[in-house]
């Protein structure tokens, strides 16, 4: 069976589409949040964030073709921009980090 058969992969990938979409729309109105829904929303994110990187570890550790297309195509699309994987979880922490900063002033 391949990686993208598995009927867990396919919901999880749904559910972290879905979760991501959703987060993203309620980020647009972060300005407005009080500071427990910041604190809130900046938690939510650390989590989403986590259950991506668990996703990709599992992408990178299967020996499914189509799951190594897939961590190569990231990892081509993250070049353009001069990153890798690795740097773009690291680049949100950070700014998550600064997130959570700039709320506990």
Do not use: C, W
Request: net charge negative; no cysteine; hydrophobic share 40%.
């Amino acid at each position: 069976m391949g990686f993208f058969d598995s009927e867990i992969v396919q919901q999880e990938a749904k559910q972290l589409f879905e979760d991501y979409q959703s987060l993203m729309k309620l980020g647009s109105h972060y300005g407005k949040f009080d500071r427990e829904g910041k604190i809130i929303f900046i938690e939510q994110m650390e989590a989403m964030m986590e259950r991506y990187r668990i996703f990709m570890k599992r992408f990178e550790l299967s020996e499914d073709f189509m799951a190594q297309m897939t961590v190569e195509q990231l990892k081509t699309q993250l070049g353009q921009f001069g990153i890798t994987p690795q740097q773009m979880f690291d680049q949100m922490n950070m700014t998550l980090k600064r997130m959570k900063a700039e709320v506990e002033k």
